[in-house]
């Protein structure tokens, strides 16, 4: 029994964790880790780093919109999106389940001096359209201008819920006839585009900005592209000069995200593929509660069995060398990447079974 702790630490120095915490924690490839070593660059505050020049044209290509920039990260994206859209004081429609309200560190209102005027998002990540008309300010001397509109696309909270294209109009066109801006916080974008089999640029058609993520499934070490208009994406880099985003010699990071825009978009339904057999998995575990029919693509939500909190079931879970991220109330979400296959993801299953089991730690 007294060796029974460092039994304990060597078995699990054995057992292979299972990260299934986010897609950001996927490595940059081996290709991309050449590039970076000979990656062409110049000083981008003066705009004269080939390499990012290039990703910024490919990711502005990709999308349909006439220019893009390269920011350090999502959240700097919609940031800086927020900022260049609106003026402090104004008001910003933004889903009560949306990144930019619960995980963006409440920027927005603290840099910009915007309102956060939430509508609701159902459970596929979608805002009615008649509640986010309703939620627009009409002229009044009391009322802040509602000059923003900010949607999700695959929608986090929502389990990687995707918005259509269809939609994207609908609420675009509303938003545009009572003048607001659209922006559209498209981090998966792609995953998005390759759940619909269409390509990103019809998601992005009707914002007026997108922020697209390459350090997510596309397993780029770093980095966001904001994607607009010429003008916009203009004013956009004098906000990023501001809050610091300015870079010199980014190309070595540009590099990286050249080959993850060219070569991992299309992988990205393999991790689709593996959050299906995690879901159906779950659904054949008693006491897990789980929506397979839900999962569109490479999120994955679950609760665990009553008798646990999910902080400690999340906890236990590390034990076993298996990883999630805890969302708040009752709910696991796992996401699936470049880094875990089918055999991990039977693994995993294996393992939260004889967790739920009560089954001792192998
Ligand atoms: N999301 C992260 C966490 O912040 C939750 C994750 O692991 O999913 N928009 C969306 C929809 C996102 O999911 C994220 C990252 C961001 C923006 C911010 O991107 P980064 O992390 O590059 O600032």
């Known amino acids: 029994m007294r060796h029974a702790p460092v039994e304990n630490e060597k078995r699990r120095m054995l057992v292979k964790t299972i990260d299934l915490r986010s897609d950001t924690i996927t490595h940059p490839t081996e290709e991309m880790r050449r590039a970076i070593g000979t990656a062409e660059v110049g000083d981008d505050v003066f705009g004269e780093d080939p390499s ?14 006439e220019a893009s920039m390269f920011t350090p990260s999502g ?12 003026r402090p004081g104004n008001e910003v429609l ?3 389940e949306s990144h930019m309200l619960w ?42 201008p509602t000059t923003l509109l ?53 998601l992005a058609r009707d914002a007026d900005s997108i922020c697209l993520c390459i350090s997510k499934g596309l397993s780029a070490p770093v980095g966001s592209l904001l994607c607009g208009h010429r003008e916009f994406v203009e004013k956009a880099r004098k906000w990023r000069k501001m809050v610091g985003g300015g870079m010199r010699q980014a190309g070595v990071i540009a590099a990286a995200g050249i080959i993850a ?23 054949r575990i008693p006491g897990i509660t789980s929506w397979p029919e839900k999962v569109q693509t ?4 679950f609760e665990p069995p009553a008798s646990n909190t999910t902080p400690d079931f999340i906890q236990a879970m590390v034990s076993r060398g298996v990883r999630f991220t805890y969302p708040g109330g009752r709910r696991v979400r796992a996401v699936t990447h470049r880094m875990v296959d089918a055999a991990d993801i039977d693994e995993a ?14």
């Open 103 to 144: 995980n963006e560190v409440g920027g927005a209102s603290a840099l910009g001096g915007v309102v956060m005027h939430t509508v609701p998002n159902d459970e596929d990540g979608l805002i009615d359209l008649d509640v986010m008309e309703a939620a627009i300010r009409p002229p009044n001397i009391h009322y802040p």
């Open 150 to 202: 900010c949607i999700e696309n695959t929608h986090n909270r929502c389990g990687g819920a995707v918005l259509t294209p269809e939609y994207t109009s609908g609420m675009a066109a509303v938003a545009h006839r009572h003048g607001l801006s659209v922006h559209l916080d498209g981090a998966r974008i792609f995953n998005a585009a390759v759940a619909l089999g269409i390509p990103a640029g019809e």
């Open 298 to 301: 490479n999120i994955v939500m």
């Open 94 to 96: 933004v889903g009560s």
């Open 349 to 362: 299953l294996n393992r939260i079974e004889a967790q739920v089991g009560g089954k001792a730690e192998t």
């Open 75 to 86: 959240t700097m994206s919609n940031l800086i999106a927020v900022l260049s859209h609106t």
């Open 52 to 65: 990012i020049n290039r990703l910024e044209e490919m990711a502005a290509r990709m999308l349909g919109k």
């Open 261 to 283: 825009l060219n070569t991992m978009v299309v992988r990205l339904a393999d991790d689709h593929t593996a959050a299906q057999r995690l879901a159906h998995g779950l659904a």
